[in-house]
């Protein structure tokens, strides 16, 4: 695919901007969870690793080399299962009281299976000269 490359640079600028947006919001404390900011919860910064493979993941999508290309399926794994983890953890219903999905949270999703699929689709030049 001729634009796979640009695409998945914006999926991961767009993956590390939702990661700074709330996520989840629970009620009864008042608490907005963001990917950096836990608010008082013990869910950690999950946001930290999401933008630094993201950062990679940037990195190996300007680099032209086939070795980049397959360590960028690497890392574009890793976010797409690192954010259905924070999916899991951070929308977990606990003593009674389900927390409020909010839109960062479907976009980490959506957002790390876009970057997965980009790096299926990259763009290299062959050459038919034998060696």
């Known amino acids: 695919m001729k634009y796979s490359q640009p695409i998945g640079v914006l999926l991961c600028l767009l993956l590390i901007y939702s990661t700074t947006q709330p996520l989840v919001f629970i009620e009864s404390r008042h608490w907005t969870i963001t990917g950096w900011d836990a608010a008082g919860a013990s869910f950690g910064q999950a946001g930290k690793f999401l933008c630094f493979f993201a950062s990679l993941a940037i990195l190996f999508f300007a680099l ?8 960028n399926m690497v890392f574009a794994s890793l976010l797409l299962a690192w954010s259905i983890r924070n999916f899991l953890i951070l929308s977990t219903c606990q003593m009674g009281e389900c927390p409020q999905k909010l839109w960062a949270l479907y976009g980490c ?4 299976a876009g970057i997965l699929l980009m790096t299926f689709l990259p763009k290299l030049t062959v050459s038919n000269q034998p060696q």
């Open 64 to 71: 032209p080399f086939i070795w980049a290309k397959r360590f």
């Open 109 to 112: 999703i959506f957002f790390s």
